[in-house]
C-alpha cells in the first residue's frame, strides 16, 4: 500500500522523499483536495480536528465515512473531495479519511479510525454519549414553568427569590399552547396580548416586519417547510439570523433534521426559546408540491401591524 502511495504521489509530481511516512502523503493529499472545506468547516463540513464535529460522522462507523468521502453526501461532500481528489485511487482517499478520523481519535476516546477488521471481532466498543447541545425533550407539563422558588434555577432561600412574579400567574392572560412554556407567543402577539418593546430607549421605535415566506421541500415522505418571516420579524432582526445562521439567499444553506437537533440552524431557537421540535406540523406546513399551484410570496416591508 505503501508504495503504490509512493507511485501515486510522484505521479501528481508532489515532491515526496522515500522516507516520508505515510503521514506525510495523507497530509499532503488532504491539504490538495479536502482543506479547502474542512480545515474552516465551510457548509457543515466536520473541521479537521475537531472532536465535537467528528463526534457523531465516527459514531456512524468507519464503512460509512469511507462511502461519504468516496461517493459524496446529499448534504454537501462532493465524491472525493472534487476536483482535486479524483487523482487519488479509493484506497488513498480511504486512508485520507483515516488521518481525519486520527486526528480526533484520542479526543473521542474511541477505538474509531482503526481500518476496518483491525479491531477484534464483536469488541464493538461503545462510544461516549453525544455531549453537546442536543435538543432534550421537554420536561413534563407540570413541571415546567415552576415558581421561581422550586425552579431550580433561584434560591429558595432569597427574600429576593419570593418577590419575583411566577411565569403562570404573568402569562395568565397570554394564548395557551400545548407546547413549550404553554403559551403561544405568535397569537399572543398577534392579538395584542403582548406589546413588546422593539428597543430599550425608545417606545416609538418599530420591527422592521418583512412578509416573506420561503418554501423548503425535503426530499422525504414529510410535508414541506415554509419558514415565515414575518412571525419571526415581529419578534426579531434581521441580524439575529442573517448572516451567521442563515444566508439570505433562498436555499444557499444546508439545513436538516439532525442540525436542527443538535441545536443549529433552526434549532438555535428551536426548543430552546421558541417553540420546540415536537411540534413538526408548525414547520412542515404544507403539503408536498402545493407551491407549484401558488402564487409567489408577496415581499413588502411594513410598520409593525
Ligand atoms: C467542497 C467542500 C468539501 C471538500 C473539498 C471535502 N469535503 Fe468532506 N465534507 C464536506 C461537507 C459539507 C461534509 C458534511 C456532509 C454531511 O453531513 O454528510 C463533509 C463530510 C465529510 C466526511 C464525513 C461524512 C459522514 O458521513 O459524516 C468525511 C469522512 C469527509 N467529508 C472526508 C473528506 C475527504 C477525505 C476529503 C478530501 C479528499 C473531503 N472530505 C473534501 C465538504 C467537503
Ligand atoms: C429567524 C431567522 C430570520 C430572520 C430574523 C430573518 N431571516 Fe431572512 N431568511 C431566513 C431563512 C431561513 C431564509 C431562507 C434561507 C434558505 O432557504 O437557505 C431567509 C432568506 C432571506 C432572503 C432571501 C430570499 C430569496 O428569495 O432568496 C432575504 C432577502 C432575507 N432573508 C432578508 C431578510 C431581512 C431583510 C430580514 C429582516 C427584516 C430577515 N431576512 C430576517 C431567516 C431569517
Ligand atoms: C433567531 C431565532 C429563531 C430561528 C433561527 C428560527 N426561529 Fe422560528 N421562531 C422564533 C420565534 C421567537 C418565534 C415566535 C415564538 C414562538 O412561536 O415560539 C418563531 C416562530 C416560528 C413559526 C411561526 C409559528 C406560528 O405559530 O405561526 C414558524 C413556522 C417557525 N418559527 C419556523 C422556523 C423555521 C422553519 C426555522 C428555520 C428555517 C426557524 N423558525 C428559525 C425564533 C427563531
Ligand atoms: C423549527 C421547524 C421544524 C420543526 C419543528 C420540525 N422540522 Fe423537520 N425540517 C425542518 C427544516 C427546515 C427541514 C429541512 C428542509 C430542507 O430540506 O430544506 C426539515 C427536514 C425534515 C425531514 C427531511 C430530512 C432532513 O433531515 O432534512 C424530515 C424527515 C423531517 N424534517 C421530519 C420532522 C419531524 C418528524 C418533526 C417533528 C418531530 C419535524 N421535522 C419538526 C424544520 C422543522
Known amino acids: ?109 474511541a477505538t474509531a479510525g482503526a481500518a476496518p477488521g483491525a479491531a ?25 414553568n415552576l ?14 427569590t419570593l418577590m419575583l412574579q411566577p411565569p403562570m400567574e404573568g402569562m395568565a392572560d397570554l394564548t395557551r399552547s400545548r407546547f413549550g412554556n404553554n403559551t403561544d407567543w405568535v397569537a399572543s402577539l398577534q392579538g395584542k396580548k403582548v406589546t413588546p418593546r422593539w428597543e430599550r430607549d425608545n417606545p416609538f421605535a418599530e420591527a422592521m ?9 425535503p426530499k422525504a415522505a414529510v410535508q414541506d417547510v415554509v419558514f415565515p418571516h414575518k412571525q419571526h420579524t415581529e419578534w426579531l432582526d434581521c441580524s439575529n439570523c442573517h448572516p451567521a ?21 433552526c434549532g438555535v431557537c428551536h426548543g430552546t426559546v421558541a417553540f420546540p421540535v415536537s411540534e413538526c406540523a408548525k414547520c412542515h406546513s404544507q403539503k408536498k408540491g402545493a407551491s407549484q399551484a401558488a402564487a409567489p410570496p408577496a415581499q413588502k416591508a411594513t410598520g409593525k401591524p
Open 147 to 160: 415558581p421561581p422558588s422550586q425552579d431550580g434555577i433561584h434560591d429558595p432561600a432569597n427574600d429576593g
Open 1 to 109: 500500500m505503501k508504495k503504490h502511495k509512493l507511485i501515486a504521489a510522484i505521479l501528481l509530481g508532489l515532491s515526496l522523499a522515500p522516507a516520508a511516512s505515510a503521514q506525510q502523503f495523507e497530509k499532503q493529499a488532504y491539504d490538495k483536495a479536502c482543506a479547502s472545506c474542512h480545515n474552516t468547516g465551510i457548509g457543515g463540513a466536520p473541521k479537521l480536528g475537531d472532536p465535537n464535529d467528528w463526534r457523531v460522522p465516527v459514531a456512524a462507523g468507519m464503512a460509512r465515512l469511507y462511502k461519504s468521502a468516496l461517493e459524496g453526501t446529499p448534504k454537501g461532500m462532493p465524491a472525493k473531495g472534487g476536483l482535486e481528489g479524483r487523482n487519488f485511487t479509493n484506497s488513498e482517499i480511504q486512508a485520507v479519511v483515516d488521518f481525519m478520523v486520527d486526528k480526533v481519535k484520542v479526543a473521542l476516546g
Open 209 to 217: 416586519v418583512m412578509d416573506l415566506d420561503i418554501l423548503r421541500a
Open 245 to 265: 445562521i442563515f444566508v439570505p439567499q433562498k436555499g444557499a444553506n444546508i439545513i436538516s433534521m439532525p442540525l436542527i437537533l443538535l441545536g443549529q440552524k
Open 120 to 144: 477484534p471481532a464483536g469488541a464493538a466498543q461503545p462510544l461516549p454519549p453525544v455531549a453537546f447541545n442536543f435538543n432534550r425533550l421537554l420536561k413534563p407539563m407540570d413541571k415546567r
